[in-house]
Each structure stands twice: as structure tokens, then as C-alpha cells.
């Protein structure tokens, strides 16, 4: 009778095993399987100092479905599904994004990607990240609307860094890196945009400014940037963009090439964005238009227009300017004549820069090739490049400036003066009136 009970038994046991064994032989052949047609790809999005944002991609799982998904973590390398993890049901086949939290500021931590098909799961190579400080990110935002007295700055902040922005602002002063020790404002907290507008400046003077950003894990600053307001005589023109002048020999010219959008009688230019529309311009007197290069209208240095638009006064009007009004010159200013540039240049060379003119005029910076100028008189020509005519395109920014003067050379062509980085003269030649050429007003006399 015992004899037969531990038979019993052995039979028992024996067809356990083998149920474990044909199972077990069926998970190892399901993950190998797995392992040899599915791939995980784990990459970093966004990381702050309690936080990371990743994104994995997962290749040929058309014909499987995950029972659940997610990140797993530790800080002592190969982590499993036993560590710190993140745990969802379903997901798309093609991948997720998925997030870390309560991390550690300033500290590194190894992290997998992982799927759950049936009983078996997959992991993607192992990825390691550093938290940040824990302090926010932010950027001081370009100034603008710069005036005489005054000028409107401000910042962004984009991550709080894992702990709530307390306190923003902006900071300004004469020197360089400015404090919370210099004059600043106060913009609330939290993240985003602020914009403050400032009066009372110095007219003529160069000023630094940095934003900044408090949380619990302390106070950052944002980039510095620099602007100068315009000087007591600056002009002004039917937008309300400031210029300032320079006297150069008998000449008064502005110091910056034109940027406005109205001739002075309020009449819009028409903006023509489009390559194609704008290479449609026909080289005349009428097809009057103007461009940010690039299409960039935060480009400060100046925009450009046809010959028509620059011109105006032509006594024939255009579609847009039928009245044939003066061209986009403020009033008591005008588009130089090819005499006065050339009275410009004469001057210049006969104060002894004979060969020099160009580089007399060119700017301190900006300039390819070693091609910056001296700029002795002010006049600042910036490498603000043109827009082709023909094509639309944009080209030679930083290598070449060019301005459009009031002589018309046949039907289809104007007269200009240019510089370049690769020369330090300042040449004469022409092209066709609908390039998108800078303009610098001269003052009527």
C-alpha cells in the first residue's frame, strides 16, 4: 500500500514538472522570440531638477499587444521593474512618452523603457540622466520699442526647475551683469512671459540688462543683453521706429537704414512675404513693396524695398500710393541722389581714407571674413544682405550691403553704392528695381 502511494506521488510530481517545464519552455521561446523582433528605444525629452520627460520608441509590434508599459529607474545601473517605475495599461504600438517624478536635484539616475507582452517583459538599453539644479530656466527677451527715455525689456521663464518660481523680474544698470542690487522690477512668479516698460532713461547711453527667476533652490539670471537709447536729436518716422542722425561733411544722414511700413502720408507699403509673388514684381516705377530679410520681423537692422517703394515721388502713384506721394522717406527727408553719394564718398576720401570709404562706413561687427569696418563716422552699414529679383530669394546677408539712390538707369534698372566684407572701398553699380535694397535717407536741404 505504500508502495503504491509513493508511486502515486512520483506520477504526481512527475506530470507537475512536466506542466512547469513545456511552460517554461513556452516563455523562453516567447521572449527570445520577442527579443529578436521587437526593439525599445529610449530617449530624453525634458529634464528638471525633480522631473524627466522620455520617449521610447518601439519597432515591429504589429502583431503583438501589451498588457502594460512604462519607465523604470534606480541609481545603481540596470534597473528592473522591482525599482522605482511608472506602470500603464495599452499604449500605441508605436511608442510613448512617459514621466519621472520626485527625483533629486543634482543627482544621477539610470533609467529603462519597458513593455509587457503576455508574461514576459521587454526593456530598452539603459539610459543615463543627471537632474538639473533644481533652478529655473529663463531668457531675457530682445528689448525693443528703444526711444529717447525709454525702452520695453523683459524675460521668459520656460521651468520652474521641479519648485515654484516665487519671484521674476528684470534688472538693468550702466554696467555689465546688473543685480538685484541695481534697479530691477517685479513681475509676480510662476512661469511665462513678462514685459515691463521702462522710462526715465538716459538719452544716448548703453544699458545691460538680465532677467531673473527665485525658487526654493535659489535665484538665477537670464542671458544679458544690451541696448543704447537714441540720442536727443533722433528722428522719428510714421511708425514711430527712432533714427539717429550724423552730420558728414555738408550731408545730414540717417545713422540706421529705414525700417518703416508706411510712406508719411499713413499709406501702407505692401509686406510681400512670398518668394514667388515678390519675384512677379515687375521692374518699374509702380511695383512698390517691402521685406524683412528672411521674413524675420524682429531683424532690427533696417528692411528693404523696391526701387518704387523707395523712391515714391515719381509723379506716376502705384497701386498702393496712387498719388504718387514722396517715396518712404520721412518728411524732410528724402532718397539720396547719385550726386550726393557721391558727394558722401568724396568727402570721406579726401579726409583721408582715399580706398577706405567702405570700411570708414562698415560696422564694428557683424561683418564675414575678417570684412568688419571702422565705422569713424557712425554711419553703421550693417552686412544686411538683399532680396533677389527674379527668385525671391534672400542672399549675402553678412557679406554685402547695399542702398538704392534716386537715379533711374533705363527702364528696369536704378543706381546704387555698396560694400562687402571681402573690400574696403565702396563701390558703385545697379540692378533691377524690384531687388529688395536698403534705403538711408538724407536730410533735405
Known amino acids: 500500500m ?5 508511486l502515486l506521488l512520483v506520477l504526481i510530481l512527475s506530470s507537475l514538472w512536466y506542466f512547469w517545464s513545456c511552460n517554461n519552455d ?16 529610449l530617449t530624453q525629452n525634458r529634464i528638471n531638477g525633480t522631473s524627466a520627460d522620455l520617449s521610447c520608441q518601439i519597432s515591429n509590434t504589429s502583431n503583438y499587444r501589451f498588457s502594460t508599459y512604462g519607465l523604470c529607474w534606480n541609481t545603481t545601473g540596470n534597473p528592473t521593474t522591482d525599482n522605482e517605475k511608472t506602470e500603464h495599461e495599452t499604449t500605441s504600438n508605436a511608442g510613448f512618452s512617459d514621466q519621472m517624478e520626485n527625483l533629486i536635484p543634482s543627482s544621477s539616475y539610470f533609467v529603462k523603457a519597458y513593455v509587457k507582452i503576455e508574461e514576459v517583459i521587454l526593456y530598452s538599453d539603459q539610459l543615463q540622466i543627471m537632474t538639473t539644479n533644481g533652478l529655473p530656466v529663463l531668457t531675457t527677451t530682445p528689448v525693443s520699442d528703444i526711444t529717447i527715455n525709454t525702452a520695453t525689456i523683459g524675460g521668459e521663464v520656460t521651468d520652474n526647475g521641479g519648485f515654484s518660481v516665487t519671484a521674476r523680474g528684470v534688472c538693468w544698470s550702466t554696467g555689465n551683469n546688473p543685480s538685484l542690487a541695481d534697479e530691477h522690477t517685479s513681475n509676480g512668479s510662476g512661469t511665462g512671459r513678462f514685459t515691463n516698460h521702462l522710462t526715465g532713461l538716459s538719452a544716448n547711453t548703453k ?7 527665485t525658487n526654493s533652490e535659489g535665484k538665477v539670471y537670464g542671458n544679458e543683453l544690451s541696448f543704447t537709447t537714441y540720442q536727443t536729436n533722433a528722428i522719428t518716422d510714421y511708425d514711430g521706429n527712432y533714427y539717429n542722425i550724423i552730420t558728414i561733411g555738408n550731408q545730414v544722414w540717417m545713422a540706421e537704414n529705414l525700417r518703416v511700413t508706411h510712406y508719411p502720408d499713413g499709406t501702407p507699403i505692401p509686406l510681400e512675404t512670398h518668394n514667388t509673388l515678390w519675384s512677379n514684381l515687375k521692374d518699374n516705377n509702380t511695383d512698390d513693396a517691402f521685406c524683412y530679410y528672411n521674413n524675420d520681423t524682429t531683424n532690427r537692422h533696417g528692411v528693404l524695398y523696391t526701387w518704387a517703394a523707395a523712391m515714391g515721388d515719381d509723379g506716376i502713384g502705384s497701386t498702393s500710393n496712387p498719388s504718387g506721394v514722396q517715396g518712404a522717406c520721412p518728411d524732410g527727408w528724402h532718397l539720396p541722389s547719385e550726386m550726393e553719394w557721391i558727394e558722401l564718398v568724396h568727402f570721406i ?6 580706398g577706405q570709404v567702405g570700411k570708414a562706413l562698415k560696422s564694428t561687427t557683424g561683418w564675414t571674413d ?12 550693417l552686412p544686411v544682405g ?3 529679383p527674379g527668385t525671391g530669394t534672400f542672399n549675402l546677408e553678412g557679406d554685402y550691403s547695399a542702398w538704392c539712390n534716386s537715379r533711374e538707369l533705363w527702364d528696369t534698372l536704378a543706381s546704387n553704392h555698396q560694400v562687402g566684407s571681402a573690400f574696403d572701398g565702396i563701390s558703385w553699380g545697379y540692378g533691377k528695381k524690384s531687388q529688395g535694397w536698403s534705403v538711408r535717407c538724407v536730410k533735405d536741404q
Open 26 to 41: 513556452d516563455s523562453t521561446d516567447l521572449e527570445e522570440e520577442l527579443k529578436q523582433n521587437i526593439t525599445l528605444t
Open 370 to 381: 575678417e570684412g568688419n569696418g571702422t565705422d569713424i563716422y557712425g554711419f553703421n552699414a
Open 349 to 354: 576720401e579726401n579726409d583721408g581714407y582715399s
Open 2 to 6: 505504500k508502495q503504491k502511494k509513493a
Open 207 to 213: 544699458y545691460y540688462v538680465r532677467s531673473f527667476a
Open 386 to 388: 538683399r532680396r533677389e
